[in-house]
């Protein structure tokens, strides 16, 4: 079992990136997918949701209206489109597999069991 977030990279503030969080070893249709971010000397912070079962999503209010979380069952693998990118957004991004998740608990860490490597988002001018 295996997820691997990819996508990151360094975009001048108000740019756009795309992360993919793919999965290996099993199937993602049944799973909720989480983004977590950690910034330097920070804590891991729960960004979005999307659920298996009706696409439900959940965002973060620093997020909110500039991120959208998709999934794309076929290609077992689950996208944060970022657009309208601020220098705060810079941190390591991380996915995360969930039963499901919720309003009031799609941040907590607890809730996620699979977790995939990070990758590096910076922004700067």
């Known amino acids: 079992v295996q997820l691997q977030a990819s996508g990151g990279g360094l975009v001048q503030p108000g740019g756009s990136l795309r992360l993919s969080c793919a999965a290996s070893?099993?199937?993602?249709?049944?799973?909720?997918i989480g983004w977590f971010r950690q910034a330097p000397g920070q804590e891991r912070e729960g960004v979005t949701c999307?659920?298996?079962?009706?696409?439900?999503?959940y965002y973060a209010d620093s997020v909110k209206g500039r991120f959208t979380i998709s999934r794309d069952n076929a290609k077992n693998t689950v996208y944060l489109q970022m657009n309208s990118l601020k220098p705060e957004d810079t941190a390591v991004y991380y996915c995360?597999?969930?039963?499901?998740?919720?309003?009031?608990?799609?941040?907590?860490?607890?809730?996620?069991?699979?977790w995939g490597q990070g990758t590096q988002v910076t922004v700067s001018s």
């Open positions: 995360a597999t969930a039963d499901s998740c919720a309003s009031g608990n799609y941040y907590y860490r607890g809730l996620y069991d699979y």
């Open positions: 070893g099993f199937t993602l249709d049944y799973y909720a």
């Open positions: 999307i659920n298996s079962y009706d696409d439900s999503t």
